[in-house]
T-cell receptor, first 115, second 111 residues
Framework: NAGVTQTPKFRVLKTGQSMTLLCAQD?????MYWYRQDPGMGLRLIHY???????AKGEVPDGYNVSRLKKQNFLLGLESAAPSQTSVYFC??????????????FGPGTRLTVL | TQLLEQSPQFLSIQEGENLTVYCNSS?????LQWYRQEPGEGPVLLVT?????EVKKLKRLTFQFGDARKDSSLHITAAQPGDTGLYLC???????????FGDGTTLTVKP
């Protein structure tokens, strides 16, 4: 199993450009998440999905859109990139909190720079 | 919004020393997890604690969940350079259906 994969690994954008980050998981997980990680600020949840065809906003959703057309894929879109969106983006997936725990499996990250 | 505060934010020690990292909140969690993240990689789960007062050991790492399930600690005995990384705690609340991550503790162990 590949686990959680993310493409691309690195990307440089100019202000105003758009792009889509792709996350794929092969563990048949129901839940998927997109986080951004900035120095000294830990992981902040952007959007998440509790199943195919459903998405929800996290803590910092502005400037981002997501889609979950297939269970194994979760796409993060930036319609008009801004320098404030320079960050490392992590995708994660989990079976979903059916009990009292929620183990998340993370991808390797995408490092995005917006000039 | 449930907040998790981790301390210290940065910790630099010599190989062989002991250390403790703390994760505190005013909220009660159903469970709490500790992840370790190495540079250029995503976080990887170390342990999950579920019961108040629970203590789990993973080789030189000891994890404890507070009796009230609001806080947790990670103690490393005889730290090694391979322990270097970012340690993140995450509290899960069944009612909210989501996990909340702390800001992390960056540990550097010098040889």
């Amino acid at each position: 199993n590949a686990g959680v994969t993310q493409t691309p690994k690195f990307r440089v954008l100019k202000t105003g450009q758009s792009m889509t980050l792709l996350c794929a998981q092969d563990m048949n997980h129901e839940y998927m998440y997109w986080y951004r990680q900035d120095p000294g600020m830990g992981l902040r949840l952007i959007h998440y999905s509790v199943g195919e065809g459903t998405t929800a906003k996290g803590e910092v959703p502005d400037g981002y859109n997501v889609s979950r057309l297939k269970k194994q894929n979760f796409l993060l879109g930036l319609e008009s990139a801004a320098p404030s969106q320079t960050s490392v983006y992590f995708c994660a997936s989990s079976y979903g909190p059916g009990t009292s725990t929620d183990t998340q499996y993370f991808g390797p990250g995408t490092r995005l720079t917006v000039l | 919004t449930q907040l998790l505060e981790q301390s210290p934010q940065f910790l630099s020690i010599q190989e062989g020393e002991n250390l403790t990292v703390y994760c505190n909140s005013s909220s009660v969690f159903s469970s709490l997890q500790w992840y370790r993240q190495e540079p250029g990689e995503g976080p990887v789960l170390l342990v999950t604690v579920v019961t108040g007062g629970e203590v789990k050991k993973l080789k030189r790492l000891t994890f404890q969940f507070g009796d009230a399930r609001k806080d947790s600690s990670l103690h490393i005995t005889a730290a090694q350079p391979g322990d270097t990384g970012l340690y993140l705690c995450a509290g899960f609340n069944t009612n909210a259906g989501k996990s909340t991550f702390g800001d992390g503790t960056t540990l550097t162990v010098k040889p």
